[in-house]
T-cell receptor
C-alpha cells in the first residue's frame, strides 16, 4: 500500500516551453501533497505544499507564477513548470500524506527528471 | 535558523559490519525524527520514525536512537550488505509542520 506515482518519469523540453508533472496517490487519499526539487548531490528542497481544493503554499524563494500547482482531487496534484529555462533542470519529487494515517509519514513518488535544453 | 547535519557525505564500510550514521540538528526541537533511504534517480523511501519520548526503535537490521539532549539521532544498519548501499536522509520534524531533510550520507557497503 501507500504508493505514489509520478508521470512522466523523465522529460526533455526546449527553453521557453511549459512542462506538466503529475503526482498521484494510487491507493490512498491525500489532502496534502508536497513538491520537492533535488539538484545533483544535494538533498531534497521543499518547493511547495499542495492542499486539495485550495491554493498551494510556496516556500521562500520559489516563484509561484513559474511553478504552478493544482491539487484538484484527493489523489492528484500537478506541477507545471512554465517558461522553463536550463536552470530549471532538476529532479522533481512529489510526496503525499495519507489522510487516514496516524503519523506524519510522507510517501514519495519515484521522481521526474526534467532537462531543459 | 535551524540546521541539520549528517556526519559525513560518504561512508564506506565492509560487508557484514555495522554502519552507523549520525544526524545532528541545531536551533531546533523536533517532536520526531524520520530516516529515509534514497537510491540514485529514485524518490526517498521511508524507513523509521522515532518520537522524542522514544530512546530507541528497531526494525529488522535497522536501529535508530534519538537523544534530545545531544540533539542527535544515530542510525545503525547491522550485518550490512551491498544492497544497503544508498543515500540515507534524516528528517526531523514537528507535527503540523513540514519537516526538513538533512543533506544525506551516501553509504557504500563493500563486498
Amino acid at each position: 500500500g501507500a504508493v505514489v506515482s509520478q508521470h512522466p518519469s523523465w522529460v526533455i523540453c526546449k527553453s521557453g516551453t511549459s512542462v506538466k508533472i503529475e503526482c498521484r496517490s494510487l491507493d490512498f487519499q491525500a489532502t496534502t501533497m508536497f513538491w520537492y526539487r533535488q539538484f545533483p548531490k544535494q538533498s531534497l528542497m521543499l518547493m511547495a505544499t499542495s492542499n486539495e481544493g485550495s491554493k498551494a503554499t510556496y516556500e521562500q524563494g520559489v516563484e509561484k507564477d513559474k511553478f504552478l500547482i493544482n491539487h484538484a482531487s484527493l489523489t492528484l496534484s500537478t506541477l507545471t513548470v512554465t517558461s522553463a529555462h536550463p536552470e530549471d533542470s532538476s529532479f522533481y519529487i512529489c510526496s503525499a500524506r495519507d489522510l487516514a494515517g496516524s503519523g506524519n509519514e510522507q510517501y514519495f513518488g519515484p521522481g521526474t527528471r526534467l532537462t531543459v535544453t | 535558523s535551524q540546521k541539520i547535519e549528517q556526519n559525513s557525505e560518504a561512508l564506506n564500510i565492509q560487508e557484514g559490519k555495522t554502519a552507523t550514521l549520525t544526524c545532528n540538528y541545531t536551533n531546533y526541537s523536533p517532536a520526531y525524527l524520520q530516516w529515509y533511504r534514497q537510491d540514485p534517480g529514485r524518490g526517498p523511501v521511508f524507513l523509521l520514525l522515532i518520537r522524542e519520548n522514544e530512546k530507541e526503535k528497531r526494525k529488522e537490521r535497522l536501529k535508530v536512537t534519538f537523544d534530545t539532549t545531544l540533539k542527535q539521532s544515530l542510525f545503525h544498519i547491522t550485518a550490512s550488505q551491498p544492497a544497503d548501499s544508498a543515500t540515507y536522509l534524516c528528517a526531523p520534524g514537528n507535527y503540523g509542520q513540514n519537516f526538513v531533510f538533512g543533506p544525506g550520507t551516501r553509504l557504500s557497503v563493500l563486498p
